[in-house]
């Protein structure tokens, strides 16, 4: 009985030390290819550190910019480096939200006109969801749908990957008038408005 007992002490113990533990269930936005997640997780492990969120993510911005280091392709690094303050405002967005969709939107609406710039920064650091990019710019309404489908291209988006229907809609169809028309003897060759006479 005591076996069991220490048994039983020993168990509920090791039960709540697992539950005391913390559990990291966040996961970024993306996946590891994706330039934009990368440098996200080294924002997320220096506010780990004690950074606060402004100081991690110009630590890694800075850090990223280095020639030696590999974080970013070159073409992610001339994107950042264009736009410093836009790029800080992205990640700011994207610490809180984790949602490509709504940094696009937000950084829009905050600022419209550099739509371009925010389709290509997102574009460039997550080259895998420009769908994303291209269906948060054109929500804003800051932008019609077919220049920001070409934003998109010159920015780099594989053509094969985005489209404009799911930001857009599907397009109406056209409506057909009802009953036969008047004129002409009800044969159909007459106008469907009725007279007021």
């Known amino acids: 009985m005591r076996r069991f007992i220490t048994y039983a002490v020993l168990l509920s113990l090791s039960a709540f030390s697992v539950l005391a533990q ?10 590891e290819v994706q330039p934009g997640n990368r440098l996200h997780d080294v924002v997320v492990k220096l506010m780990g550190t004690g950074s606060t969120v402004p100081l991690a993510i110009s630590g890694a911005i800075d850090s990223s910019m280095t020639e030696e280091d590999t974080t970013l392709p070159p073409e992610a690094k001339s994107a950042i480096a264009f736009n410093v303050s836009l790029s800080n405002a992205f990640y700011r967005e994207m610490v809180i939200v984790n949602s490509l969709i709504e940094v696009t939107k937000t950084l829009i609406e905050e600022s419209p006109d550099r739509v371009i ?9 997550y080259p895998d969801f420009a769908q994303e990019v291209l269906d948060g710019a ?3 309404g800051s932008i019609n749908p077919d220049d920001a489908f070409i934003a998109a291209l010159q920015a780099g988006a594989d053509p094969s990957s985005i489209s404009l229907s799911p930001a857009r809609g599907p397009a109406p169809e056209p409506i057909e008038p009802v009953g036969v028309g008047i004129g002409s003897g009800g044969t159909g060759g007459g106008d469907t408005t009725a007279s007021t006479n």
Request: proline residues 5%; aromatic residues 4%.
């Open 117 to 125: 710039e925010v389709i290509t920064l997102g574009i460039v650091l």
């Open 22 to 31: 913390p559990v990291n269930t966040v996961s970024l936005f993306g996946d």
């Open 138 to 140: 054109t929500l804003t």
